[in-house]
T-cell receptor
Framework: AQRVTQPEKLLSVFKGAPVELKCNYS??????LFWYVQYSRQRLQLLLR??SRESIKGFTADLNKGETSFHLKKPFAQEEDSAMYYC?????????????FGTGTRLTIIP | EAQVTQNPRYLITVTGKKLTVTCSQN?????MSWYRQDPGLGLRQIYY???????DKGDVPEGYKVSRKEKRNFPLILESPSPNQTSLYFC????????????FGPGTRLTVL
């Protein structure tokens, strides 16, 4: 069974401070990991995926297979980063199309 | 405008009264999916569909049915709703080879009394 764990339901960080949202996963095969974000009154949208190794809005996430983690990081938090963040996992290849989301972390940036 | 639409956006019903929540996308996506969002439980996948006439169970399929007769539509059917199905429901779609980039609908808030 595949599982995604986000241990923090709520996280408050001062503006300008570093941010780290934790995500751990359990999956027997080769996973694909990604982060979704939901800003206030907006739809859930993809933030970034591990395969593309990109930085979006200053956020990065590295897949650590040894620790089965995919933590989301940003060196300097901005007020517009306040949102709900979901870590998600899917398998690769035919027959692995189920998507599993974590329980989410609500990030609040304190001005 | 490329989008995923859901109807209705809000629904209050009573236990046992069959209901359907519609979902439609105009992006020619093969993959469509339904999720429910509950406090403390996050998003949980109910059913997904890889293409027309192909559906499969997600993590919480009990009490739900889906159908995929056309590529653009993926209705969620509750044959006999119960109060524990009170939730916020999201439909999403993507290309089959890009299922990690899901496009989400606006959500349907369902209350079952």
């Amino acid at each position: 069974a595949q599982r995604v764990t986000q241990p923090e339901k709520l996280l408050s960080v001062f503006k300008g401070a570093p941010v780290e949202l934790k995500c751990n996963y359990s999956y027997s095969g080769s996973p694909e990991l990604f982060w979704y974000v939901q800003y206030s009154r907006q739809r859930l949208q993809l933030l970034l995926r591990h395969i593309s190794r990109e930085s979006i809005k200053g956020f990065t996430a590295d897949l650590n297979k040894g620790e089965t983690s995919f933590h989301l990081k940003k060196p300097f938090a901005q007020e517009e980063d306040s949102a709900m963040y979901y870590c998600a996992l899917s398998g690769r290849g035919f027959g692995n199309e189920k998507l599993t989301f974590g329980t989410g972390t609500r990030l609040t940036i304190i001005p | 405008e490329a989008q995923v639409t859901q109807n209705p956006r809000y629904l209050i019903t009573v236990t046992g009264k069959k209901l359907t929540v519609t979902c439609s996308q105009n992006m020619n996506h093969e993959y469509m999916s339904w999720y429910r969002q509950d406090p403390g439980l996050g998003l949980r996948q109910i059913y997904y569909s890889m293409n027309v006439e192909v559906t499969d169970k997600g993590d919480v399929p009990e009490g739900y049915k889906v159908s995929r007769k056309e590529k653009r539509n993926f209705p969620l059917i509750l044959e006999s709703p119960s109060p524990n199905q009170t939730s916020l429901y999201f439909c999403a779609s993507s290309f089959r080879l890009e299922i990690n980039e899901q496009f989400f609908g606006p959500g349907t808030r369902l209350t079952v009394l």
